[in-house]
Every structure is written in structure tokens, then in C-alpha cells.
């Protein structure tokens, strides 16, 4: 398996629900990212993981909380979030943090 | 200030027009550079790494080549589906997670 994956692959939301991203990869790899990009504009990183701990957190509010509950999850929830948070979210892995990242497919988000 | 510039913002080819897209970046320690093809609405797509100058390397149609201060992807005879956007990225020598992504070409071949 050489793919990583995302659900759900559209989300429509309010500001004032609570709702969760979900990334999984079996590859193996100890490195997970959640990046965040606006339409024409490259990823911007949110955070990474390393062995399952919270290594990065590129000064994310806080209505964005990550979790690593396994070296093969990776979940990104989300709470009293903001029209402009709208974007499409994608998830990242690598075998380290030095090496060739691995993007799955996007979560579009919708904030009404 | 670190930072990654590709040429052209967007590109349309005939199918079979061979042509080259360029990222230039300027970087304090080059630990790698990354290109990734990207569709609409999809995640980056991961196509090549490159660590040194003179270093290159192929798939298919594309070819991907790096010196000391630009690296180039060259696609021969492109086809429809390689319209894409195409996005470089480097990651300096003392960040080994951070990638630094240039605001990508977008490539439109026509039949």
C-alpha cells in the first residue's frame, strides 16, 4: 500500500460545529503533515508529527487541534472555525522528516 | 529570506510542443528539491527528488534537472493529460521538515 488516505473528502460546516479530518497511511512512515491551501497558492504546513509526538505547530489558532493516535493515524479536528478556514486540507507522510513527502487526495472544507 | 520562484505562472503547449518550466530558489544550505504535479481539487502528486547539482532524472515525458541555482523540468512531446499544475519545493539543510514551495506553473496542453 503506497497510498495515504483522507475522509471525508468534502465537508460543509458551520462556525459553530465541531467536526474531525481523518488521515491514514500504511507505508511505514514515523512523519505526518497537515497542510493547508487557498485556491492558485501552494500547501502551507500546519503541523507535523514525528513518532507519533507533536513536533511542529507553524503558530496554528488554536480551533485547529491535531492528534496522532497511532503511527498510522493522524487526525485533525476542527471547532468554532471561520469562513476564511475554508480551503482544502491535505495530509502528508514520510519515512522521516527529511525526506520526500507523500500527499493524500484533500479534504475540501466548506465553512458557512 | 529563502526562496523559491517558478517560470512561467502558466504555460500553453500544443500537444507534442516540447517546452521547459523553471524554478529558480535561493537558499542558505540546499538539503533537496522536490517537484510535484498537481490537479485540480487533488492532492500534490509526488514526481522527483534532486540533491545535487549535474543530478537528473526521467519519467515518461518528464525529465527533471538541477544546478546550483535552478532546477528545470523539461516535458517532451506533452499530452493532454499532463496539463497539471506543477509545484517546486525545496527543503534547506538545517530545516529537515519544512518544505519551501514556489507558487507552481500551471500547464495546459492542448490536442
Known amino acids: 500500500d503506497t497510498e495515504v488516505t483522507q475522509t471525508p473528502k468534502h465537508l460543509v460546516m458551520g462556525m459553530t460545529n465541531k467536526k474531525s479530518l481523518k488521515c491514514e497511511q500504511h507505508m511505514g512512515h514515523r512523519a505526518m503533515y497537515w497542510y493547508k491551501q487557498k485556491a492558485k497558492k501552494p500547501p502551507e504546513l500546519m503541523f507535523v508529527y514525528s513518532y507519533e509526538k507533536l513536533s511542529i505547530n507553524e503558530s496554528v489558532p488554536s480551533r485547529f487541534s491535531p492528534e496522532c493516535p497511532n503511527s498510522s493515524l493522524l487526525n485533525l479536528h476542527l471547532h468554532a472555525l471561520q469562513p476564511e478556514d475554508s480551503a482544502l486540507y491535505l495530509c502528508?507522510?514520510?519515512?522521516?522528516?527529511?525526506?520526500?513527502?507523500?500527499f493524500g487526495p484533500g479534504t475540501r472544507l466548506t465553512v458557512l | 529570506e529563502d526562496q523559491v520562484t517558478q517560470s512561467p505562472e502558466a504555460l500553453r503547449l500544443q500537444e507534442g510542443e516540447s517546452s521547459s518550466l523553471n524554478c529558480s530558489y535561493t537558499v542558505s544550505g540546499l538539503r533537496g528539491l522536490f517537484w510535484y504535479r498537481q490537479d485540480p481539487g487533488k492532492g500534490p502528486e509526488f514526481l522527483f527528488t534532486l540533491y545535487s547539482a549535474g543530478e537528473e532524472k526521467e519519467k515518461e515525458r518528464l525529465k527533471a534537472t538541477l544546478t546550483k541555482k535552478e532546477s528545470f523540468l523539461h516535458i517532451t512531446a506533452p499530452k493532454p493529460e499532463d496539463s497539471a499544475t506543477y509545484l517546486c519545493a525545496v527543503r534547506r539543510m538545517d530545516s529537515s521538515y519544512k518544505l519551501i514551495f514556489g507558487s507552481g506553473t500551471r500547464l495546459l496542453v492542448r490536442p
Open positions: 502528508a507522510s514520510s519515512h522521516s522528516q527529511g525526506n520526500e513527502q507523500f
